[in-house]
Nanobody, 113 residues
Framework: QVDWAESGGGLVQPGGSLRLSCVFGRRVFSPMAWYRQAPGKQRELVASITWTGTVDYDESVQGRFTISRDNTENTMSLQMNSLKPEDTAIYYC?????????WGQGTQVTVSS
């Protein structure tokens, strides 16, 4: 039901880095975004980026995460640095303008020593 796939998650120690990727099966002109859902918590918006590259971050990741997109390759990435245990969650990509009715499987990020 979705034509994109997330990848790049894994287990990392606090202070470490990971790079998540999302590959779309078509050209996307609308904003793209990363969301995450931690155990027992609601899904939350982490970062978003428009076609022209305007970005926005949740304050909890500001200065540590960097969102980017490649409009020729139909991909989006999330570079995550200085990871904290509270960043542990399943991370999802999605297109906010579509109403967020459908979600992919996401990619698990676990930050633990």
């Amino acid at each position: 039901q979705v034509d994109w796939a997330e990848s790049g998650g894994g287990l990392v120690q606090p202070g470490g880095s990971l790079r998540l990727s999302c590959v779309f099966g078509r050209r996307v002109f609308s904003p793209m975004a990363w969301y995450r859902q931690a155990p027992g918590k609601q899904r939350e918006l982490v970062a978003s980026i428009t076609w022209t590259g305007t970005v926005d971050y949740d304050e909890s990741v500001q200065g540590r995460f960097t969102i980017s997109r490649d409009n020729t390759e139909n991909t989006m990435s999330l570079q995550m640095n200085s990871l904290k245990p509270e960043d542990t969650a399943i991370y999802y990509c999605n297109l906010p303008a579509t109403g967020l009715h459908y979600w992919g499987q996401g990619t698990q990020v676990t930050v633990s020593s």
